[in-house]
């Protein structure tokens, strides 16, 4: 640092405060409900309703969170450290879930499995069943809705360990066998420590949604916290209230993740990085099966059965849905989803780099305050993008008016410009954390040489870390996209006139129950949701950019 | 900036993005902002055709009636909209409250639309009418045996009847009106008692409601008849087969009549075209919209000289509970709050 002008460390460090600061305002709007007074409603909702919602948030989080952890991690095993028939398109197949929106897979899973669905119907004619004659799962349940959002979510999860079991330096993984221990001990305790960074940022963007997910715990009848802030916004008609609740969710989640972030704050995670690629164990026999069938039962349950689903709705009746105005949703969706996930790295990048430079309390604390906005369901974080945008309009407006009588009318809101900030501040924390446990793995050595050879901040960024980061920009820029395709309160309350996307199209028919209508749109979704996938896949797939890496550490030894 | 650029929000994110920020938006005269909770598959048809007939451009959001009405407020005098079309009279109710909404006259809104369904000092207006309506399931339950909703709550209803969740807007307006006209204490009596008459969890939707008891779940479900219609039409064969397997009963007969809501709409406050919106709110009420209201969403009109489509009229007539809309709205917080006591889900 020392050869670095005071000035430069000073511009850095403005510059990231003030960046995370301004993503952090709609998260600041929320919070600012707590110094407003507690109003009667909170004594209501404790006499009632507030401890169905804690309980049942946090039985949908620890369900949710093991869910992913086992479905995410073994897949990742599986996928790098073995090879057994059809491991090549598991590699890719695996993330295939991610594409398809929740609340779509619970509806597919209900049309499936409900009391009145084919199964059930079936299984009442084929044994002369009555009501109540047998058992059989409620799908519209907790432990439904859990199965769900674990189905669709684990891919963050996968994604990101898989990354992290690629890059494991094949000579920590050989040495461990060569000691003596098993695969499976090497897995326990040396693969899975030191993927730990990974696991927990997958981990925890699956919690984070999870948290804020509506659409599913709404349309299986679950109370959870989320679905009590829109009760008591919509039915209570107390949005003061619902934002104080949503306050709480988001302290809480700043909570988990101080806490996980203090019980690793000794360890280091850089390590030399795999001089070839890990050498997978060939499976055969009865073990390369049953690898075989677990990888497809996930990806079947998780894709094909509900694609395949959606599918047949979608050709009930596509005649009336496939018109001119299906294109421009598509357009719509694609672009925004991609203006948006190119955005959001940015910031991710100098928000992570600037950290990097310059690790403090404040600095980390800025930074963490500016990705919460990911706990937050859509819907409030919409409305904390609203405020401030519409304060700042109205008071541009009437100074204008007041000095050179002219008005400006609204200039932001309702335009693109809110929406994609709102994304911004929505996704944040997904780019985020991809590029920052990126960045862990990088030694600071390789900066401290870089910049002792003369390089800017700005030039070891761009010439070493961007380079090196490749993967992980990559696996930041399709999470982003995924997300905003999918995306559905915030584009619902912040778009402009005339503006919708295949999202929102979705949603409408789908919630006055027209699944076969909505079916089209939905698998629109998932298939655009495939191409950047698709994309990930083919530099996921090779061995990822070892070589590149390599090079960079010898250019500058 | 012309009418072609505010269609086109990429342009204008485009120009944003090179820093040109887009000038002072000076409205077209021949056009209405709309801001509509009804969904624009329900609505789009109707708006087209009054461009055409009177060139008024129609520019459209939806999203939640809440949603909608936070974004009006905060937007404050400077907000784009100049109609917020809601689909129950609570977010009517709750709009005018918040100041966001204008009074309106129109000699031909207040002579066409019963008192009981508008605003008094014509603040918004009903559109067309929602009941809520019981199905039965024909092979298991006799008409005779139904009457009332408090009726649902007795004994010999236990476990029978499907529901969705008290989160659902139209059983808040339900229960709202009983708050109205019965008081706090009958109306939780009933609650705490009809929610032992429930089958199964509240879940999904009206249709679900109707799927079920046509699969024996139950044999009484509490839904809004438009679905019921919606289904009887469905392409779909399991709807249609769930939709001729029930009957539809007409609740209160005997008493003050069935529960019915409105959807709806007002002018803005902050409107710059007020006069393309009464024309707007107008043209939803003549003759031919209030048709469509019925033949394509199964609605009734809010016109009571205008007859309903062949399918409703097959339901017979009812008397409706000719409590006011703005009723519902007041009572819509405390209605909540009662069945979060009863424990309805």
Redesign the interface.
Known sequence: MEITPRGTVFSWRAALVLGAGLISIPVWVILASLTQPFGDIWQ??L???FRDYVVNSLILMVGVGVGTLVLGVSGAWLTSMCDFPGRKIFDWALLLPMAIPAYIIAYTY?GLL???GPLQ?TLRETFAW??GDYWFPQI??LGGAITMLSLVLYPYVYLLVRVAFMEQSTAVLEASRSLGKSPWQTLFQVALPLARPAIAAGVSLALMESLADYGTV????V?TFT?GI??T???????RTAAQLSSFLLLFVFLLIGLERWSRRRMRYHHHAAQNPPSRITLTGWRAAACFAFAFSIVFFAFLLPAAQLLLWAL??WQANFNAAFFTLVTNSF?LAA?AAVVCLLAALFLAYGKRLHPGKIEEAAVRVSSMGYALPG?VV??GV??PF??F??TL?AWLRDSFD????????????AL?FAYLVRFLSVSLQTVESGLLKIRPAIDESARSLGLTPASVLGKIHIPMLHGSLLTALLLVFVDVLKELPTT??L??????TLA??TY??A???RL?DAALPALAIVLIGLLPVILMTRTIGREPLMDEIRDNELALQ | MTTAH??S??L??AY?TLLC?????AYSATEV?VYSAR????IKPLLDQFTQETGIAV??????????L??LQ???????ADVLITTDAGRLY?AQEAGVLQPVFSEFLDAAIPAHLRSAEGYWYGLSVRARVFVYAKDRVKPAQLSSYQALAGPQWQHRVCI????N?YN?SLVAGMLATQGADKTQAWLDDFVGSFAR????????QV??V????CDVAVINSY?LGAMVDS??D?EHG?AAKVALFWPNQDGRGTHINISGAGVTAAATHVSEATRLIEFLARDESQQWYAQINMEYPVRVDIAPSELLKSWGDFKADPLAMTELGKF??AA??AM??A?W?
């Open positions: 209501h909702l006499d009632t309703v209900t409900d009391f009145t119907s009555g009501v519209r349940s709404d349309y299986f009848g109370s679905t829109f009760r916004w919509y039915g209570l008609g107390d949005l009930q009746n672009l203006v819907t919409a409305v609203l405020i519409a304060w309009d109205n407006d002219v008005s400006s009318g609204l200039l932001l809101s309702g335009t693109l410009i994609v619902l309350i778009r402009p006139f005339n503006f919708n929102v199209r409408e028919l919630s006055d129950e076969a | 505010r269609s929000p990429w204008m994110l944003a920020t887009a000038g002072p938006l902002n969904k624009e598959a329900l520019n459209l959001v939806t999203a939640k009636g809440d949603a909608l936070t974004r905060r937007e404050g005098r400077n907000s784009p709750r969705r969740s008290s989160s807007i808040q969890p509240p879940q999904g939707g009206d249709r679900d799927k079920a046509a699969a024996g779940q679905y392409t779909d399991a769930a819509n917080t909540v709050m979060d006591r424990g889900k």
